[in-house]
Nanobody, 122 residues
Framework: QVQLVESGGGLVQTGDSLRLSCAASGRTFSSYAMGWLRQAPGKEREFVAAISRSGSSTYYPGSVKGRFTISRDNNKNTVSLQMNSLKPEDTAVYYC???????????????WGQGTQVTVSS
């Protein structure tokens, strides 16, 4: 069992940066790939980033590649998402998730956080 709690969302302007954090409880954190997914109002959930269990590999869709960076600290059971050059289309609820890499890339996960709102004003 893994419990995930996100923090760091907020209201920013276009071009600003924001860092999301996710704290995980449980002893099996390093057994899971971790990811961030987002959902905007009226839209389907979208994969944003994933990181392998060891942290050696990261994955991004084209919409955020070069702007977002995912990282993890297996000693602290945390995963973060650094978001730079934010755009209004990045506005969404962002969810921290744990699962397999392919699972996360398919917008699925074994465990989910409660979500944190990110709003980018133009």
């Amino acid at each position: 069992q893994v419990q995930l709690v996100e923090s760091g969302g907020g209201l920013v302007q276009t071009g600003d940066s924001l860092r999301l954090s996710c704290a995980a409880s449980g002893r099996t954190f390093s057994s899971y790939a971790m990811g961030w997914l987002r959902q905007a109002p009226g839209k389907e959930r979208e994969f944003v980033a994933a990181i392998s269990r060891s942290g050696s590999s990261t994955y991004y869709p084209g919409s955020v590649k070069g702007r977002f960076t995912i990282s993890r600290d297996n000693n602290k059971n945390t995963v973060s998402l650094q978001m730079n050059s934010l755009k209004p289309e990045d506005t969404a609820v962002y969810y921290c998730a744990a699962g397999g890499i392919q699972q996360l890339g398919s917008n699925r996960a074994d465990y989910w956080g409660q979500g944190t709102q990110v709003t980018v004003s133009s």
